[in-house]
């Protein structure tokens, strides 16, 4: 799989500032190879999104809706082999890895990455993405289609005469959410990343890597040759995957600095706090945690001010 180069929306017909206001659509082929009664066969997929990133927590949300349809190719899938460029903005790097180790307790299945040398051919994927961009042309200078952006693209390639192609939609949200996980994960970067060719699961803490992919007998047969190395995943703090997708629906860890907390009564509702100049406080409006300091006090009144969200972090108003 790989991402195609972004298709750029068009019309028969515009007026010439239209040309400064095209609408760009993500792209991201994927063709998988399987046997049938001892026979090769494949499946076509063309991911289609208006997340224009083309980073790590977008692959990550392509994995999430490719997966269960791999899943429904075999009910039995026992182990998935990825094979893709090696830019490590998208696919090799620390966060992908942390994604195969994890890759079982996530999409109940094992797999293995491996990644192509530099400087390759064109693949089945090029091809692809080249077909459905040029069915797409095609299309709209017959003014059988108007296309001016993403969701226009899924709705012709949803019933157009490619129908060997399995086209699945994106949002951008679900990018979103994989890029406030990815921002929260605290990994260190592995050494050598850049000439490992091949990444496999070991567990949700380690992977085992190597210089070259590996299809000896004893790797296809489940066991692990001396062709692999073995690294453990170097978290800031313990945390997994799992626990991270968690922890985005709780309460965020307070600090060590002192803070004031008062019990509210809900038979007697809200009671005073004792606060002065430079506490810390918590607060809870409409069923949110808010932290604030206290910057002037005056009789019984005090001016809070307040952390904002910033993606997974909190910081300071500017002032």
């Not at 997929?45 to 990133?53: G, K, M, Q, R, Y």
């Not at 003014?143 to 019933?159: E, L, N, P, R």
């Not at 604030?292 to 904002?308: I, K, L, P, R, W």
Request: net charge negative.
């Amino acid at each position: 799989m790989d991402f195609a180069e972004n298709y750029t929306c068009r019309s028969v017909d515009e007026i010439q500032s239209a040309y400064w206001h095209q609408t760009a659509i993500t792209l991201h082929p994927a063709v998988a190879y399987f046997k049938l009664d001892g026979s090769l066969q494949h499946r076509s997929f063309v991911v289609i999104s208006n997340e224009l990133a083309h980073n790590t927590s977008t692959v990550w949300s392509i994995l999430d809706i490719l997966v269960p349809q791999l899943k429904q190719i075999d009910a039995n899938l026992e182990y998935i082999h990825y094979w893709t460029d090696s830019p490590s903005s998208q696919y090799r790097n620390k966060h992908i890895f942390q994604v195969i180790a994890n890759h079982v307790e996530l999409f109940n299945v094992a797999a293995r990455w491996n990644y192509f040398e530099a400087g390759h051919g064109k693949g089945p994927c090029d091809g692809l993405g080249g077909a459905t961009k040029r069915f797409a042309d095609e299309a709209i200078k017959m003014g059988a289609a108007v296309i001016q952006d993403a969701a226009d693209f899924f709705t012709w390639a949803s019933t157009s005469t490619m129908r060997e192609v399995t086209f699945l939609w994106l949002e951008r949200d679900a990018c979103q959410q994989k890029l406030e996980v990815t921002s929260c994960l605290k990994i260190k970067p592995i050494k050598g990343t850049m000439k490992y060719h091949a990444v496999s699961s070991n567990d949700t803490r380690s992977i085992i890597v190597g210089e070259t992919s590996c299809y000896c007998h004893d790797c296809l047969t489940g066991e692990v040759c001396s062709h692999w190395d073995l690294h453990i995943l170097d978290y800031k703090r313990n945390t997994t995957v799992r626990d991270e997708q968690q922890q985005q629906q709780s309460v965020p860890n307070t600090t060590n600095n002192d803070i004031i907390h008062e019990t509210v009564d809900s038979n007697t509702g809200l009671q005073q706090v004792a606060c002065k100049d430079g506490d810390f406080v918590a607060c809870v409006y409409d069923k949110k945690w808010y932290i604030g300091f206290v910057s002037e006090e005056d009789d019984d009144d005090v001016n809070v001010s307040f952390m904002q969200a910033s993606k997974a972090m909190f910081k300071w108003p500017q002032p």
